[in-house]
């Protein structure tokens, strides 16, 4: 089945670096982007930024611009994120996502199928908790 | 940069109830790029709704997303004990994509 398996927690100084995988199975890896969102303790969730497995092209939430780094191995179907210079607000489940692109039929006067009818995040990791302590 | 503000922050409903969510945008979304997801606690998000109205794939019917624009709405027709949860929405036409702050659907 499609699906998403991250690697595990991981406990960081402030200063260092961490850098999680997300594997892929099930589906064509290089068609769908992946997402990284992340989630400190009793907040909500903020999109970090997202890779493109086909193209290797990336973009990054301005919070994380010059610290985050998204790649990929697509010959292990796999995704990373790094993240820098760790301070304590870096404590978080971090996520990745697979992004769809969703066609089906749009009607406006007329209808067209096999059209692009939206975008969504459709599969999501379990999760990885990273947790930043002198 | 767009802003999503979600409305109320938290929404205390009893189980059969009907449940409506607002998300609102700072300026214009394309509604295609819209998506509403629910979260669990400890509990990966999950997509309920893309394209504003559009349900993802083994989504019950009683949710529906509506809206264009600036204001989007999710509403839930009948609560069951498996909707409470939070639920954030999501803009992704342009980048950066934020979420909403989220609206909490706690048991009356």
């Known amino acids: 089945q499609v699906q998403l398996v991250q690697s595990g927690a991981e406990v960081k100084k402030p200063g260092a670096s961490v850098k999680v995988s997300c594997k892929a199975s099930?589906?064509?890896?290089?068609?769908?982007?992946i997402n990284w969102v992340r989630q400190a303790p009793g907040q909500g969730l903020e999109w970090m930024g997202w890779i493109n497995p086909n193209s290797g092209n990336t973009g990054y939430a301005q919070n994380f611009q010059g610290r985050v780094a998204m790649t990929m191995n697509t010959s292990i179907n796999t995704a990373y994120m790094e993240l820098r210079s760790l301070r304590s607000e870096d404590t978080a489940v971090y996520y990745c996502?697979?992004?769809?692109?969703?066609?089906?039929?749009?009607?406006?006067?007329?209808?067209?199928?096999?059209?692009?009818?939206?975008?969504?995040?459709?599969?999501w990791g379990q999760g990885s908790t990273v947790s930043v302590s002198s | 940069e767009i802003v999503l503000t979600q409305s109320p922050g938290t929404l205390s409903l009893s189980p059969g109830e009907r449940a409506t969510l607002s998300c609102r945008a700072s300026q214009s979304v394309d509604s295609f790029y819209l998506a509403w997801y629910q979260q669990k606690p400890g509990q990966a998000p999950r997509l309920l709704i893309y394209g504003a109205s559009r349900r993802a794939t083994g989504i019950p019917d009683r949710f529906s997303g509506s809206g264009s624009e600036t204001d989007f709405t999710l509403t839930i027709s009948r609560l069951e004990p498996e909707d409470f949860a939070v639920y954030y929405c999501q803009q992704s036409g342009n980048s950066p994509v934020p979420f909403g702050g989220g609206t909490k659907v706690e048991i009356k």
């Open positions: 996502a697979r992004g769809s692109h969703f066609v089906g039929t749009f009607c406006g006067g007329d209808c067209y199928d096999g059209v692009e009818v939206g975008y969504g995040m459709d599969v």
């Open positions: 099930g589906y064509r890896f290089i068609s769908h982007d």
